[in-house]
């Protein structure tokens, strides 16, 4: 079965500062992999995907991710958080149907 | 592109009565949608998966006779929650996906917060 850890509950980083959350995968074939924003009472914003091909994919915002078989992670990194990027993170694996959503991680950006 | 969206936003009700939210694709058609409940401080729960002009397919352990979802339409689809009880309270979202923005890929609505008193 599908499933996806975000072993990070919150983060809290200075603004300007790097970012990295983490996502860890168990799919059997190769997965679609996601991230998604989401700000406090919104829907989930799409950030990135990941189907095939180049392993680092750029998506919004300044995010990108980068997938790698080998550890089943498909991290999401930020070279300089802003203020506005305070919100929950969540990754998600697909087969192009359903999706498994992680538990998220709560991003706190302190000034 | 790729907008979806969510109405109401929220709504407040009294215990037994019913509450029909719509999820509309404003920018392109539709073929699936989803719908998910989120409950405070979780993750998303994935309640039903429904194609336009096909019966919804009901995750296990979601009452498909509490929980009535209609897709009528390539950019439409309602869900209504039957005789609702405070436990229903929750955070309800919809996604959907279509073949011109990517049929990989689901887009979601704002959410609609749901209050049973």
């Known amino acids: 079965a599908q499933s996806v850890t975000q072993p990070d509950i919150h983060i809290t980083v200075s603004e300007g500062a790097s970012l990295e959350l983490r996502c860890n995968y168990s799919?059997?074939?190769?997965?679609?992999l996601f991230w998604y924003v989401q700000s406090p009472g919104q829907g989930l914003q799409l950030l990135l995907k990941?189907?095939?091909?180049?392993?680092l994919v750029q998506g919004i915002k300044g995010f990108e991710a980068e997938f790698k078989r080998s550890q089943s992670s498909f991290n999401l990194r930020k070279p300089s958080v802003h203020w506005s990027d305070a919100a929950e993170y969540f990754c998600a694996v697909g087969d192009g149907n359903k999706l498994v959503f992680g538990a998220g991680t709560i991003l706190r950006v302190k000034s | 592109g790729a907008v979806v969206s969510q109405h109401p936003s929220r709504v407040i009700c009294k215990s037994g009565t019913s509450v029909k939210i719509e999820c509309r694709s404003l920018d392109f058609q539709a073929t699936t949608m989803f719908w998910y409940r989120q409950f405070p401080k979780k993750s998303l729960m994935l309640m039903a998966t429904?194609?336009?002009?096909?019966?919804?397919?009901?995750e296990q352990g979601v009452e498909k006779d509490k929980f009535l979802i209609n897709h009528a339409s390539l950019t439409l689809s309602t869900l209504t929650v039957t005789s609702a009880h405070p436990e229903d309270s929750s955070f309800y979202i919809c996604s959907a996906r279509g073949p011109l923005v990517g049929q990989d890929t689901q887009y979601f609505g704002p959410g609609t917060r749901l209050t049973v008193l």
């Open positions: 429904s194609n336009e002009g096909s019966k919804a397919t009901y």
């Open positions: 799919y059997g074939a190769t997965p679609y």
């Open positions: 990941y189907f095939s091909g180049d392993t």
